[in-house]
């Protein structure tokens, strides 16, 4: 079958798309920059295309001849109006999809149950009911939180048990929900063809009901933790939104979602689809220990914080790409390496746990600086410890292009700025080249530039190797 995948570049759909060809389908991935190059044993059994569902010009680049869609797509945290976003977003595609010669639609969406809903359950609520309209047969597949590595649930779970002994927590950890393990979501949505040929929704869960609190505890368990959890009725939804952004690597935007669903209960009551599929989703503690075993390995094949939901960055990387040089501040330097291999291999290391090798406490300081007026500081880290892709998070910078070969890596910088900022690193033979690139917007803008507080410059070739020269300019 040829299977439209859009939300390619998203959590699960980095996750899906390897099962999908594993089972033999032929996958169009939507708006999947830099993912193939990740899946390179995969390029024959994959067609990408770059189209975006808010811009109804791009949606003719999706071919006629496919035979079923994933719509795996959200706006929750990228977008002040997430509600419309997400409903302009439903409706294009289903006028695109009913147009070609797709039978099913699969839609993942999270557990409705209940009469009063969050703005986000609403949202994916009204998303569903749009979908229904199409020429298609329907498929909603309805989880809760998802424990994996790299989930936002998980990310959030572990964020809050490692950091914190002692936690006085809002009235929202008594809230019942029941958890699904990552690896069960991939196996559900990987059988199109198993599924009911018919309009249907149905949920997916492990069989246990926990609390939010319970989660926390488990995770504590799992981990050999000893946390104390105290519940007070005081904190209202706001200030457990700035709880859970700065303790947390969540957005602030994604944290205030969160806690609006976080008061609604997401237990399961209908799971015929375990029994079509015969699929038995693992338990809670179970997938805790597998998802830990990843992380440990090295091996986590995707995060929420690659996903533009992670900031507020929600045009083409492509646009980016191109880094301009009218009405712009660059500063530009240069050193000789004695081991190019080794230079690039630290390059491609850069940020997260490895850090900026010079001046940390100032990138820090930055990051905090940045949460502080609700920007994603440092907190998002990255991903992968050694490898970078278009379009991953690396701190507070999203990649616009890695190229290892080519010796370039280039950044755009995702923290509040009077302005826009790139920094880009190039191998040129054994020469490292690093360009700091800021357009100012504004008056604002052009006065951070004249204090230097605009955006931290790295000096990555200090500690990449021998030096044997420099050179800097500014250009207006």
């Known amino acids: 079958m040829r299977m439209l995948l859009t939300g390619a570049t998203g959590y699960i759909g980095k996750r899906l798309l390897p099962a999908l060809v594993a089972e033999g389908h032929h996958v169009i991935a939507a708006r999947a920059t830099g993912l193939v190059s990740r899946l390179a044993a995969l390029q024959d059994h994959v067609t990408v295309i770059e189209v975006d569902f808010l811009e109804r010009a791009s949606l003719a680049e999706i071919p006629a001849d496919i035979d079923a869609a994933y719509y795996l797509m959200h706006s929750m945290a990228s977008s002040t109006d997430f509600q419309k976003a997400e409903l302009m977003s439903a409706v294009n595609f289903r006028e695109a999809v009913s147009a070609t010669g797709t039978k ?80 069960d979501v991939i196996a559900f ?26 989660m926390l505890l488990g995770y504590a368990k799992v981990r050999g933790l000893k946390r104390w959890i105290g519940i007070v009725p005081v904190m209202t939804p706001r200030l457990s939104s700035y709880w859970l952004y700065f303790v947390t690597s969540t957005s602030y935007r994604l944290a205030v979602s969160l806690v609006d669903s976080m008061k609604v209960e997401v237990v399961c009551r209908n799971t015929d689809l375990n029994g079509i599929l015969d699929i038995t989703p693992i338990d809670c503690e179970t997938a805790l220990q597998a998802t830990l075993q990843k992380i440990e390995g090295n091996e986590v094949v995707s995060g929420w914080k690659d996903s533009f939901t992670s900031s507020a960055f929600t045009a083409h990387l492509s646009e980016f790409l191109h880094v301009p040089t009218f009405g712009c501040f660059a500063d530009q330097r240069s050193r000789t390496m004695s081991s190019p291999e080794q230079t690039r291999e630290r390059i491609w290391r850069i940020g997260g746990s490895t850090g900026w090798y010079y001046g940390n406490w100032m990138w820090r300081l930055r990051g905090f600086m940045d949460k502080l007026v609700g920007g994603v500081g440092l907190n998002r880290g990255r991903t992968h410890a050694d490898t970078l892709m278009a379009g991953d998070s690396v701190d507070f910078w999203r990649v616009l292009y890695a190229n290892k070969e080519e ?51 790295p000096r990555v070739q200090r500690h990449a190797g021998e030096v044997a020269g420099r050179n800097s300019k500014s250009a207006r």
């Open 189 to 214: 949505l990987a059988k199109p063809s198993a599924m009911p040929p018919h309009t249907t929704v149905t949920s997916t869960s492990a069989a246990r009901i926990y609390t939010y609190k319970e």
């Open 407 to 457: 010796g370039r890596l280039l950044l755009f910088a995702e923290m509040k700025l009077p302005g826009e900022a790139w920094l880009e690193f190039k191998m040129d033979g054994d020469v490292l080249r690093q360009t700091a690139t800021f357009r100012p917007k504004g008056l604002w803008g052009r006065i951070s530039v004249v204090r230097g507080a605009a955006v931290p410059r």
């Open 104 to 183: 099913q639609v699969l839609y993942l969406t999270g557990i409705v149950n209940e009469d009063e809903l969050s703005e986000h359950l609403a949202s994916r609520k009204a998303v569903e009911d749009e979908l229904k309209r199409g020429s298609y047969h329907t498929t909603c597949l309805r989880a809760g939180i998802i424990i994996g590595s790299g989930s936002a649930s998980f990310e959030i779970i572990r964020d809050l048990v490692e950091k914190l002994p002692v936690m006085i927590t809002p009235v929202w950890l008594r809230t019942r929900c029941q958890p699904i393990a990552i690896r």
